[in-house]
């Protein structure tokens, strides 16, 4: 019984669904079902009801190409429109004209994204079924186009809605994608379907990370973990800024190497005509913090009937050149409208230019380069997303797109289920209030300007500092609070006032050489509740100026771009924006005109409040194993960086003391062997060194200080004569050593030193202290030769109990 619950519910449905739609078919068809020993052909032909013109599911490839290049991965998604869903589905791909009974039948291979939402059928390992039966309305995986000859592909799926199989042999749930020909193998595949849509639209594209540490342990880079700054565009199907099976341009190689979006920004600006807006986001150092420490970097941006595809990038780092990214997103739609919203999770893929394997392999360039990729668990032992079992790569970031405004009269045919702009306009009603009781605040700040002087949407900021929190172990809630906003004059609260969409981006200069003007528009997207007129304006017009001087010494440049995010998050800051040199000066002489503007921008008024701060760490170990050493503590700052630079300490430092390190005998070098003590015959010499510092603390004690060695003179030779005359030098000899130790005495005399003190108290009462004690000299020489006559001092550890 468990084994049959774990099994996909379009397996167990298809089980239940066979047996009754083969009433439906003719004997011959139940006849080769019966003998085929298949399960994958068994599936094809359990096909349910389906209804005519029935388009509530879609199965598509990213980009809607016509045609496949061998080898190439492309991303295929089945998806149904709201309010449809789907609980179990299966996908496959056969070679035109085959019916699946045999495994040559079949073309290409999946690869599984999302392990929580796809696996492979087990009784079909190349069809690709649900993980667990529920509700869902997307799901997506990689498809590898098979080898070349192949010929064409049938993508089919099958749609599981509680107990009725939906398959289609052609309409929305079949692709056909045919190989590419060799005549037009250098030909990038593009989507072909011009757009119907009225108007134009703006859209906000907004970045969440999922990178981190937690979710993909292998290696990880904790210091240098990274996303680069989001490029990407707004342009039409002649134009595409990367794709898989492609090759990186030079722009997306140094995206992908080095995390640098300058040179994709110059590539995407040269195609002025193709490009409508220029998409860019900051970088986020590191790649992933909270959402409430960190908002999810977004830039928006607009379409219109001739550039409704959106593509962007943004480097993995440090990474030899991974990245991720949407191609050619199409955000126009089949009914002549406008998404509303699209949600893409991510994986990394590979741009060809760098071999490397790990997160920091050195610069390996690809010589030659190589066709963009998606990455998979199977490239390397050492890749950061192996898997030796062939598992999906665990997703990297999501990307969520999401219309914010339409401009102009709309023609599609399928009506909106909600104003979406509207609602995004509207302010959130605020919940009741749960700051802890434990959290001690002042009172919020006056709400700040709004940062939009226009009826364009803004928003302003209040602040409240904490002045306590009583139980470290109960977070406090946020001290900044947001509120979308309008210029003057424009509040919805206000019955008679009109709310109004963003202003469209400005129309070309009606001239291109000299000055001409150019206009904007935007539209009234909900008219006064007390039903009187508007009176805003709707339109704007403003001269502009290409190319001041109209003459052969002067250069041809596009109109402005858009101007840029302000630099500042709060208070003044700087704006720029873009042109580019189209044409240089007939003449042969310098383009004088300026291709970069910079002009001053106002953001809310700037709050100085205290840091947030986490509560100190426990002190460290001390940095030495005995004697005097350092040890430190740290703390974090909780606050938002937007907030403000915080001046407070984060580390301290503090001396420690340990016991006494054992401190071993220290000698002098050797001295000289002596003379022999013996003027004939066998006898001894001596050597001997000096100690220069005593063992203290337990150190090694001293060695031997005197060493004596065996020595022979001549042999002494025999009579009375001789034993006198022997004697008597003998005698002279003690009378010289005597004369000289006097002489020594009164000009060394002996060093005398007084016994030694009591040990003094201990410098601390726990944690290791230090006692001293000293032994003085009685009476020290006057002679300045004689320096080795010194005062003594031991020290000791004490009380090295804890505090």
């Given at each position: 019984m468990g084994a049959h619950l774990l099994q996909p519910l379009a397996l167990r449905l298809l089980a239940l669904t066979f047996p009754l739609v083969a009433k439906g078919f003719p004997d011959e068809t139940l006849e080769k079902a019966a003998k085929s020993e298949g399960y994958c052909s068994r599936i094809l032909r359990a096909q349910g009801t389906r209804r005519e013109g029935y388009n509530e599911f879609s199965l598509r490839v990213e980009g809607d190409p016509e045609f496949y290049k061998p080898g190439n991965s492309y991303r295929v998604t089945l998806s149904a429109a709201t309010p449809a869903y789907f609980r179990g589905f299966t996908l496959i791909a056969l070679k035109e004209g085959k019916e699946g009974d045999k495994e040559e039948d079949h073309a290409g291979s999946f690869q599984i994204i999302d392990e929580e939402e796809t696996q492979f059928m087990s009784n079909c390992p190349v069809a690709v079924t649900e993980s667990t039966p529920r509700r869902r309305t997307r799901i997506q995986v990689f498809w590898t186009a098979p080898p070349s000859g192949t010929g064409c592909v049938i993508l089919k799926a099958s749609i599981v809605q509680k107990r009725i199989i939906y398959f289609q042999d052609e309409g929305s749930l079949t692709k056909k994608i045919c190989e590419q020909d060799s005549a037009s193998e250098g030909v990038t595949d593009k989507p072909i379907l011009d757009c119907c849509a009225c108007g134009t639209a703006k859209y906000r594209l907004t970045f969440y990370g999922n990178w981190s540490e937690k979710t993909h342990p292998k290696d990880f880079p904790r210091r240098t973990n990274h996303w680069s700054a989001i490029i990407g565009s707004s342009h039409s199907k002649n134009y595409i800024l990367w794709e898989y099976g492609g090759y990186a341009s030079e722009g997306v190689k140094q995206v992908a190497e080095l995390g640098s979006p300058v040179k994709m920004e110059e590539e995407i600006r040269q195609q002025s005509d193709e490009v409508l807006t220029v998409i860019k986001a900051k970088a986020q150092w590191p790649a992933w913090q909270p959402l409430n420490v960190r908002a999810a970097p977004s830039a928006e941006f607009s379409v219109d009937r001739h550039r409704h595809l959106m593509s962007f990038l943004t480097m993995l780092g440090p990474s030899p050149d991974w990245n991720v990214g949407l191609s050619a997103e199409d955000l126009c739609t089949k009914d002549c409208g406008w998404v509303q919203k699209v949600v893409q999770d991510l994986i990394p893929w590979d741009a060809g230019t760098d071999s490397g394997v790990t997160y920091e392999s050195p610069n390996k360039p690809t010589v030659p380069q190589e066709k963009i990729r998606p990455l998979t668990s199977l490239d390397h032992p050492q890749s950061p997303f192996y898997d030796p079992e062939g598992g999906s790569i665990k997703l990297v970031a999501r990307v969520v797109i999401e219309r914010i405004a339409r401009k102009g009269e709309q023609c599609n045919i399928v009506p909106d289920n909600i104003d979406d702009i509207v609602a995004d306009l509207a302010p959130e009603e605020k919940e009741e209030d749960d700051t802890p009781e434990t959290c001690i605040y002042s009172n919020w700040s006056p709400w700040s300007a709004c940062s939009s002087s226009t009826c364009e949407k803004g928003k302003r900021m209040r602040q409240r500092m904490l002045k306590a929190q009583l139980d470290l172990s109960v977070p406090c809630p946020d001290t900044q609070d947001f509120q979308p906003c309008m210029g003057p004059g424009c509040s919805d609260e206000d019955g008679s006032t009109c709310m109004m969409s963003d202003w469209i981006t400005w129309s070309p200069c009606s001239v291109s050489c000299g000055m001409g003007t150019r206009s904007r528009e935007r539209y009234v997207k909900q008219f006064p509740?007390?039903?009187?007129?508007?009176?805003?304006?709707?339109?704007?017009?403003?001269?502009?100026?290409?190319?001041?001087?109209?003459?052969?010494?002067?250069?041809?440049?596009?109109?402005?771009?858009?101007?840029?995010?302000?630099?500042?998050?709060?208070?003044?800051?700087?704006?720029?924006?873009?042109?580019?040199?189209?044409?240089?000066?007939?003449?042969?002489?310098?383009?004088?005109?300026?291709?970069?503007?910079a002009e001053k921008c106002m953001m809310p008024e700037c709050h100085t409040i205290p840091c947030l701060l986490s509560p100190w760490s426990e002190w460290s170990d001390c940095s030495v194993t005995c004697g005097k050493g350092m040890r430190t503590r740290q703390r974090m700052l909780k606050s938002a960086a937007e907030l403000g630079d915080c001046n407070e300490e984060l580390e301290q430092a503090e001396k420690c003391m340990l016991p006494e390190c054992p401190i071993d005998c220290e000698l002098t070098e050797w001295s000289q062997w002596s003379e022999c003590n013996t003027s004939c015959g066998k006898g001894h010499m001596i050597r001997t060194r000096m100690i220069k510092i005593e063992p203290q603390f337990g150190g090694a004690a001293c060695p031997e200080t005197v060493q004596r060695a065996k020595c022979r003179v001549r042999k002494c030779l025999r009579g009375a004569g001789m034993e006198k005359r022997r004697w008597k030098e003998a005698r002279e000899k003690r009378r010289s050593e005597q004369a000289k130790k006097n002489l020594d005495s009164?000009?060394?005399?002996?060093?005398?030193?007084?016994?030694?003190?009591?040990?003094?108290?201990?410098?601390?009462?726990?944690?290791?202290?230090?006692?001293?004690?000293?032994?003085?000299?009685?009476?020290?020489?006057?002679?300045?030769?004689?320096?080795?006559?010194?005062?003594?001092?031991?020290?000791?550890?004490?009380?090295?109990?804890?505090?």
């Open positions: 509740e007390d039903g009187s007129m508007c009176k805003v304006p709707t339109e704007e017009t403003e001269k502009c100026v290409v190319n001041e001087e109209c003459s052969p010494s002067s250069c041809l440049v596009t109109e402005w771009g858009e101007w840029d995010e302000c630099s500042a998050s709060c208070g003044t800051g700087m704006k720029r924006r873009h042109r580019m040199i189209k044409m240089t000066p007939a003449d042969g002489s310098m383009c004088k005109a300026e291709t970069t503007e009164e000009q060394y005399p002996v060093c005398r030193l007084k016994p030694w003190t009591a040990w003094t108290e201990c410098s601390t009462l726990c944690g290791g202290g230090i006692q001293e004690r000293y032994m003085l000299v009685k009476k020290r020489s006057k002679s300045t030769q004689f320096s080795s006559c010194k005062d003594k001092k031991e020290l000791r550890a004490c009380n090295v109990h804890p505090c």
